[in-house]
């Protein structure tokens, strides 16, 4: 007796997730996609003055993103927006989805920024027209690649907990749902054939439900 209780306990408790898995995942992709269009490694002002290339750098010169990190939060964020709205089976493989997307992201913040770094030197320095001097530059991450780090990490383990609890989340009815053929074709048929609800439908687009279409 106590299982079948447990069961129905369970699954509402399940269904409870909804909201804050969704507003987290959410929340925290869209951070990852906002820093991943912003700045991720910079040259400090002042070590361009040491190195005497102050005047080389132009807005923007100086640092360096990860356009990868921008493109994948946004593939993510999309296969959020569209969990919101699907069901059963289709809401599982989208969530999936997301969490791909933003383990990408994660990747692609954690190789840039700590394994693959002299690229961004490499970067830099050609922006500045001095490529020889790529090993000379000493990278800063801005606040924007630790955002990133944080958001993309976060984004993952929500998606991925997407994944897992979205066989169990509430769906969106289907009135929602557009017009099906059947039901575009219930105001035809006889007032005895009809559902309550197909009377009522039928009344309020002006039908009358007494008169006889079959004559």
Not at 10 to 16: E, G, I, L, N
Not at 68 to 92: D, F, K, N, P, Y
Not at 143 to 167: D, H, K, M, N, R
Request: proline share 6%; net charge negative; charged share 20%.
């Amino acid at each position: 007796m106590s299982g079948t209780k447990a069961a129905p306990a369970q699954a509402d408790r399940r269904r409870r997730t909804f909201a804050p898995v969704a507003l987290i995942g959410i929340g925290a992709t869209g951070a990852a996609a906002l820093a991943g269009h912003q700045p991720m490694l910079r040259v400090s002002t002042d070590d361009l003055r040491t190195l005497g290339m102050e005047s080389m750098a132009g807005e923007g010169a100086a640092d360096v993103g990860f356009p990868l990190a921008g493109a994948l939060s946004l593939v993510a964020l999309a296969a959020w927006g569209i969990v919101l709205v699907a069901r059963g089976r289709a809401r599982q493989v989208l969530a999936v989805v997301a969490t791909l997307a933003a383990a990408g992201v994660l990747a692609v913040i954690i190789v840039g920024g700590f394994l693959q770094n002299d690229d961004a030197g490499s970067a830099i320095s050609d922006q500045l027209g001095i490529p020889g001097l790529a090993d000379d530059l000493p990278l800063y991450s801005t606040p924007w690649f630790w955002i990133g780090l944080v958001a993309s990490a976060v984004a993952t383990v929500a998606a991925a907990a997407a994944a897992v609890l979205a066989p169990a989340w509430p769906e969106m009815g289907s009135r929602y749902d557009a017009p099906s053929a059947h039901e575009g074709k219930s105001s035809d048929a006889p007032p005895e054939e009809r559902t309550s609800l197909d009377l009522w439908k039928s009344m309020d687009e002006g039908d009358d439900p007494t008169d006889d279409k079959s004559h």
